[in-house]
């Protein structure tokens, strides 16, 4: 899933999670019928045919990510996918998100430059010190789940926090 949601603008809702299907027309991922009890899941029941420029920017983020989840991968990689969105739309779609991971228990390789959607996403993240890679560190995030953003706030967050925010000061300064 990249950064913007890619929606294409003359299909609707329904058109475009099922773009996958239509591209793997001879594989048939996901039964057409579970597509809707997923568009409800997602909370986009009731937007099935309404066109991506009369949606807000968090259920475009949610109709992006339902068509990653149909492709019936398990692994997804999501490319910085809520960097568009302001701060409360963002809040609540990091809370999606860690519902949607309980329920599917997919693998998440999630790729962000916030340091607090890092810890309050991640079980562990890694810290790329150069590109291509050549080495990185690894930072367990030590909070249990279920999470609440709240539980960024508790000291040992903090002090990670702040250790990673040095290290990315760190090769801001040394390139």
Do not use: C
């Amino acid at each position: 899933m990249p950064q913007q949601d890619l929606l294409l603008p003359w299909r609707t809702v329904l058109e475009n999670v099922t773009l996958p299907l239509e591209m793997e027309a001879s594989k048939q991922i996901v039964p057409k019928v579970e597509v809707y009890d997923l568009l409800q899941e997602f909370g986009l029941k009731g937007f099935e045919h309404s066109y991506p420029a009369q949606l807000s920017g968090g259920m475009k983020q949610r109709v992006s990510f339902l068509r990653t989840i149909i492709t019936g991968s398990n692994i997804l990689l999501l490319d910085e996918p809520f960097s568009a969105l302001d701060a409360i739309t963002r809040l609540t779609m990091q809370e999606w998100l860690l519902e949607q991971w309980e329920k599917m228990q997919k693998t998440i390789l999630f790729i962000t430059h916030d340091v607090d959607e890092a810890l309050f996403l991640s079980d562990r993240i890694f810290l790329i010190n150069r590109t291509p890679i050549e080495e990185f560190t690894e930072v367990i995030v030590p909070l249990s789940r279920p999470r609440k953003i709240r539980d960024l706030a508790g000291q040992e967050i903090v002090n990670i926090k702040e250790q990673l925010i040095d290290r990315l000061r760190m090769k801001v300064y040394n390139g």
